[in-house]
């Protein structure tokens, strides 16, 4: 099979592919974002059920807007009841014209629709399903719920963030969403590399939990090799199994306006040393050397920061990165909608509505020469393509439009 | 040269069988390439004369580094084969050129510039071969004015913004345990690797594709630009509350436990439970009764009987009975239950692999499940230059 015969030049990957998209909040729809960027047509699946949600179509909050847009630009909206058969109906037949159909729901949702995968082969049998979950399908815990952040909690995450002497911590954003997008984006390319060989679909059952989970790095090895002796507690913002010192958050001028240092080789050290002003302290042999200077880090610490307090962050940056040394503003929102890297990358981008409001969004975080990919509008208008999905894609009648319409299918 | 498909006739199987792969990423890619050789792509890892400077990253094998000792190396490397090669050599450039001729991608994470310096930059590798997908990481891109910064992980997570809105108010900012920017940027990597695989299927045409750290994190942050774009104002660190108070990790009798009170129904559960326990102090009245309060100006109050009253239960009491009425609730797990998870075990996640040094490994599986595949791990990482007659014959 060839993938995408007909649409070579167009300079988007995707172009060709039809996913029906049943994901909400923010994995799901992240996941199938970074298909649509590169030209495939994604149809959301919304309910007049779950207008409110983050990220859904009324959005109760600015910031649920920006969620919105930003998870669903490009892509198209319809409505359908899936309590009612109608509607139901209506998704079968949009699982005959899909290559791709994704789900975020728990476990019983779709089979309550009979939608289940067994179903959705009978259907077609080249489709790739891509079911996401806290879990996974099978197991003991298959049937347990979970958001992003009690998924950082349960793999352990939380538990490992933060400094020795406080609580444990975590981002304020759920990093196991992102990572769940990223992973279900790219378990459906393979899916359609697999497919393009072999003609044969597959379903996907993506563990937000494994997903997650997969980027402790060594733990379970270091754990299963050292027992009682592996690092599994806080080390704050020191790399666990060393590796360099300063290493850390300095404290600047400002209101809570912080920079990170990273130090690992003596040349680097030497560097440092040299834009700080060659202090008389950082000649005393418990910072000669690397390893000496991580033993003595909380004393390098204070008096690192007893010269960063003294300028701004930026200028901290600059001035170490002039020499070298890895050195970066620990960046707020609004510092990143200033930065003049990102805008260099063209990373935020204005594009508009469906009322013609102009929105910013995020673009793929990745620059492919001759794929660039493609995003031009935002989130789409609830049930804003119901024509195009239901006359052009299903051909149906605009009587049988009509009868779905008064029974329901579309509330 | 010859094709995936002619390859993965010999060695059917995962979605990359068939697929080759020169990998010279260091730290910024390693997952990328790891990923890659987990999916069934013959990942070639081109180590310096002497072997891979990742080779002394901790941990070790009884906390003694040496040859095979280095956990980090052996997690991130398996299933790759190793050749050694000085790539800065006019001899060692050439064979890399050649060896590119039948590779289908490349990874790298020099500085910008550095490959080009070595006649190994995409424009001159994809005059030979026109359907290479070449991958540059770098910690802010090819172009712009930071392009020629230096970034270590801690950098990047700072730079991207997820540093800011990471750890406690009262403390600095914090970084997510493990190199979470360098993966990000692995991850991004790969997901613009496949793209640009897929787009070869139909065309036969390769691509240069350019990676930055800081912008794939910025990506990965959630609500960090959305909450600035659309609020005008930069989201806050807050230990490990999640959107408001919504949803939170409390210290419990035995550690700590999240809950979450952003419907109705659990926020309801929870208070009638604490007035069970003569804990409520007076959230039964009704001017609590719309959970919206938790982030209003009774925060602190509600907060305070919500923390006194977690005392009184485990994390199992709490989990079993948010599951029970279907709210997320859940404990915050330590290492040493994560390697006993009956789930990542019943799933066949974690499998245990005899290391070549010593002891049997519990490794960890595929972040996802593709039908019908076995356990990633089909050889362990290689020693330096392990395959360098296999590979590199026939090529000098």
């Keep these: ?411 | 040269m010859t094709t995936p498909d002619e390859r993965s006739n010999l060695q059917p199987g995962r979605p990359l069988s068939g697929y080759r792969v020169l990998d010279l990423a260091g730290p910024m890619g390693v997952y990328c390439g790891k990923l890659m050789a987990d999916m069934g792509a013959d990942v070639i890892k081109v180590e310096p004369p002497g072997g891979d400077p990742m080779r002394d990253i901790g941990p070790f094998i009884d906390g003694r580094p040496g040859p095979g000792r280095s956990l980090y190396w052996l997690h991130f490397n398996t299933n790759k084969r190793s050749v050694t090669l000085d790539i800065d050599s006019s001899d060692g450039a050439a064979t890399l050129r050649k060896l590119a001729f039948d590779c289908d991608v490349l990874l790298e994470t020099g500085p910008p510039g550095y490959m080009d310096s070595l006649g190994l930059g995409y424009e001159s590798l994809a005059a030979d071969s026109p359907g290479l997908v070449y991958c540059s990481i770098t910690p802010f891109g090819q172009t712009g004015p930071y392009r020629d910064f230096k970034a270590s992980d801690l950098v990047g997570f700072a730079m991207g913004g997820y540093m800011y809105v990471t750890g406690w108010p009262h403390t600095p900012p914090t970084r997510l345990w493990g190199s979470q920017a360098y993966h990000t940027a692995s991850n991004r990597a790969y997901i613009a690797i496949l793209l640009a695989l897929y787009h070869r299927m139909a065309t036969g045409e390769g691509q240069y594709i350019d990676v930055a750290m800081q912008e794939a994190v910025a990506a990965t942050t959630e609500h960090v630009n959305t909450t600035y774009n659309y609020t005008g104002e930069s989201a806050m660190r807050c230990g490990f509350r999640h959107g408001g108070q919504f949803v939170a990790t409390w210290r419990c009798r035995d550690g700590y436990a999240s809950i979450t009170t952003n419907t109705r129904a659990a926020w309801d559960d929870l208070r009638a439970w604490m007035d069970r326990d003569g804990m409520a102090g007076d959230l039964m009245d009704a001017q609590y009764d719309d959970h919206f309060v938790l982030r209003g100006e009774h925060s602190a109050h509600i907060e305070g009987l919500i923390q006194a009253w977690a005392m009184l239960h485990t994390r199992q009491e709490i989990t079993e009975f948010g599951q029970s009425s279907h709210h997320p609730w859940g404990p915050a797990a330590t290492p040493d239950e994560i390697l006993e998870n009956e789930q990542l075990w019943g799933r066949g996640y974690f499998t245990e692999v005899e290391s070549p040094t010593g002891p049997s490994l519990v490794y960890p599986g595929d972040p996802y499940r593709l039908s019908g595949f076995p356990h990633p791990v089909r050889r362990t990482a290689p020693f330096p230059g392990e395959h360098n007659g296999e590979v590199l014959s026939g090529i000098r």
């Excluded at chain 1, 949702?109 to 082969?121: F, H, N, Q, T």
């Excluded at chain 1, 002003?277 to 950082?282: D, I, L």
């Excluded at chain 1, 050397?289 to 690192?304: I, K, W």
């Design chain 1, 1 to 411: 099979m060839n993938p995408n015969n007909a649409h070579q030049q167009t300079g988007l990957a995707l172009r060709g592919i039809r996913v029906l998209d049943f994901t909400w909040i923010h994995a799901g729809p992240s996941a199938t974002r970074i298909l649509s960027d590169q030209g495939a047509e994604v149809i959301k699946v919304e309910s007049n059920n779950a207008l409110s949600v983050i990220g859904g179509p009324a959005s109760a909050t600015a910031r649920g807007l920006g969620q919105r847009h930003n998870w669903n630009a490009g892509k198209l909206s319809i409505s359908l009841n899936m309590k009612n058969p109608q509607g139901i109906d209506i998704a079968r037949r949009l699982v005959a014209v899909s290559d791709v159909v994704a789900e975020n729901f728990s476990g019983r949702v779709m089979p309550s629709w009979g939608l289940d995968y067994e179903s959705i082969r009978a259907i077609n049998p080249s489709l790739i399903m891509l079911s996401m979950s806290g879990f996974g399908r099978t197991g003991p815990w298959k049937d347990r719920v979970s958001y992003g952040q009690t998924l950082q909690a349960w793999s352990g995450f939380t538990e490992l963030t933060g400094f020795p002497d406080t609580d444990p911590s975590g981002p304020a954003s759920a990093y196991s969403d992102a990572v769940g997008g990223m992973a279900g984006a790219q378990a459906v390319l393979l899916a359609l590399m697999h497919r393009a060989r072999t003609g044969r679909g597959q379903w996907l059952d993506v563990s937000q939990f494994e997903s997650l989970t997969s980027l402790l790095e060594t733990l379970a090895l270091d754990m299963s090799a050292n027992g009682a002796n592996a690092v599994s507690s806080r080390t704050g913002n020191r790399l666990p199994y060393g590796g360099g010192a300063p290493h850390g958050a300095y404290r600047c001028q400002g209101e809570d306006r912080w920079v990170a240092i990273t130090v690992f080789t003596d040349e680097e050290w030497r560097d440092f040393v040299e834009v700080i002003g060659s202090p008389k302290w950082a000649e005393e042999t418990r910072f000669a050397t690397s390893d000496a200077r991580q033993h003595n880090a909380d004393a390098l610490d204070v008096l690192v920061e007893s010269w960063t307090g003294r300028h701004t962050a930026e200028d901290v940056m600059n001035r170490l990165q002039a020499v070298g040394v890895a050195a970066g503003v620990v960046q707020t929102g609004e510092d990143l909608s200033r930065d003049p890297q990102l805008k260099e990358q063209g990373f935020f981008r204005r594009v508009p509505d469906h009322r013609g409001e102009y929105r910013t969004i995020e673009s793929a975080p990745y620059k492919l020469s001759r794929t660039p990919g493609s995003v031009t509008r935002g989130a789409p208008e609830f049930a804003g393509d119901m024509t195009y999905v239901l006359r052009e894609l299903l051909g149906m009648s605009d009587d049988e439009v009509e009868d779905c319409a008064i029974n329901g299918a579309f509330d």
